[in-house]
């Protein structure tokens, strides 16, 4: 196996390989991060997406069941029997008029791909089922994490459903939505809160997980990606096997947009799609680094050869500046994404441009989100906010084939929805206004009333 799948940095000029069985998140080379890597000629590869349909009918087979594995020859680093699966990527994509309205487009146009209905309730048990794959491949005991939240309670439900490791989660105190939080600890992992947040809490997870032997569960690890591909084969689906124009996706430590690049990328390659999409990633504008980097200070993938300065230099105005990352969209409050530079890989691939919105933006299109249907938090609706503002800019066009991301449940985050929707002007959220959230022009205010039939009963006339 190891001659036709190994791991290998992401820079093109470097040679080195390293077997799938060794446990890294960056290249012993040359400190860059790593991408799983296939000798395609030497595995099976079907000849067309439609081959997997085959495998619809096969759901009493976990491999053929999970809307992961049902890929599997797109990610084929493990032995089947190692796989450690519990049913994740069961989500849809579906077109929604009302979303597209409010973005500007034109009816049948846009799509949303509810990842929220996987079993932690986000994208994140994609990756997940396909870290937890490798850590029983190597035989982990104990893996670990840090998180915004989403990453936490997917990896502790695989802890908890399959026992084939013990979990500790660690997460910035204050900086995790209730969701999410109560997802750690119910699912019984050890949840470590400390001062600061989600780039404190990375930076110490890795010196941890460094010192104690464990194993590393968040998106620089690189079999995690190889999961989250398969949101774009299940979008190619959705879409009978077409490509659609656009890919609009929240960014936050970027692991989604340099996994769909990855996908898109090597579906080309093998000759099973004609044209690549064209990604548009959104930042929170008060975690704009990938949009200040890309957008205003023109970074570029270059071929591999990136300019490691002005990456080095921006974090350290950063750091001489305490600029921290500060957002109501919670699991995108980061600022410094750990696959920065994988995802420049992507946006070269994709033709991609990176968009930042306000958390009103954010806000407003939640509720609309909400309302067509399907509710998603607030990180999510950046999706959707920043397809608007390309509509609005005219980088979208009205007849685009768009799909927005919507990468977490509606539930993981009541706070913020509840706050948005009992705004009103008498009644102003402190925590809204302090993130410049200043109007609910989209709210369903809850209404209060006596308890007395006749008073309801005028209500409803
Ligand atoms: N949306 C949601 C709901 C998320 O939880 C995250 C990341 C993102 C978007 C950003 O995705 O990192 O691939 O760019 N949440 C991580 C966590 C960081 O710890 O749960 P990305």
Redesign the pocket.
């Known amino acids: 196996m190891n001659n036709v799948v190994y791991q290998k940095s992401i820079k093109p000029t470097s040679d080195a390989t390293y077997s799938v069985d060794q446990v890294l998140t960056t290249s012993p080379d040359d400190g860059e991060l790593l991408d799983v890597c296939y000798d395609w000629d030497k595995l099976p590869v079907p000849s067309s997406l439609k081959e997997f349909e085959s495998r619809w009918s096969n759901r009493s087979h976990r491999l053929d069941f999970s809307g992961v594995w049902r890929f599997r020859d797109l990610l084929p680093f493990a032995p089947e029997e190692k796989i450690v699966t519990i049913g994740e990527g069961q989500t849809i994509l579906q077109q929604s008029n009302s979303v597209g309205k409010y973005v500007g487009m034109k009816d049948a146009s846009l799509y949303l791909q509810y990842e929220g209905l996987n079993p932690s309730g986000?994208f994140?048990d994609n990756g997940m089922t396909a870290a937890a794959t490798h850590a029983h491949m190597v035989g982990a005991k104990i893996a670990a994490c840090a998180?915004?939240?989403?990453?936490?309670a997917s990896l502790a439900i695989f802890a908890s459903t399959t026992n084939l490791f013990r979990v500790v989660v660690f997460v910035g105190s204050g900086k995790i939505a209730f969701g999410k939080l109560a997802q750690a600890l119910d699912y019984g992992a050890m949840t470590i809160q400390i001062e600061g947040d989600?780039d404190d809490a990375l930076q110490r997870v890795r010196e941890v997980c460094d010192a104690k032997g464990i194993y590393l569960c968040n998106?620089v690890n690189p079999f995690r990606l190889e999961g989250q591909k398969t949101i774009m084969y299940r979008v190619l689906e959705g879409l009978n096997w077409e490509v659609p124009d656009w890919i609009v996706v929240?960014?936050?430590?970027?692991?989604?947009?340099s996994a769909f690049g990855k996908a898109f990328i090597e579906l080309k390659e093998l000759g099973l799609i004609d044209k690549l999409p064209r990604l548009a990633i959104i930042n929170a504008s008060g975690a704009n680094t990938l949009y200040q980097l890309y957008e205003e200070q023109g970074l570029r993938w270059n071929k591999g050869a990136f300019d490691q300065q002005k990456i080095d230099s921006f974090f350290s105005t950063m750091e001489a500046e305490n600029r921290r990352a500060n957002t109501l969209a919670s699991?995108?409050e980061?600022n410094r994404p750990v696959n920065l530079t994988k995802c420049l890989r992507a946006l070269d691939a994709c033709d991609g441009v990176v968009r930042q919105v306000t958390d009103q933006q954010i806000l407003d299109a939640k509720a609309h989100i909400g309302a067509g249907g399907f509710g998603c938090?607030p990180?999510?609706a950046a999706s959707v906010a920043g397809a608007k503002l390309l509509r609005a800019e005219g980088m979208i066009a009205p007849s685009d084939r768009v799909v927005c991301v919507l990468?977490?449940h509606g539930l993981k985050d009541p706070t913020a929805t509840v706050a948005y929707h009992s705004m009103t002007a008498e009644k102003i959220d402190d925590k809204l206004t302090t993130h410049q959230v200043t109007q609910a022009e989209f709210a369903n205010a809850p209404i209060a009333v006596k308890n007395d039939l006749q008073a309801i009963l005028d209500l409803l006339n």
């Open positions: 986000s994140k998180s915004t939240g989403n990453t936490s989600f998106s929240p960014g936050g430590n970027l692991g989604n947009s699991a995108i980061i938090e990180a999510s990468t977490g």
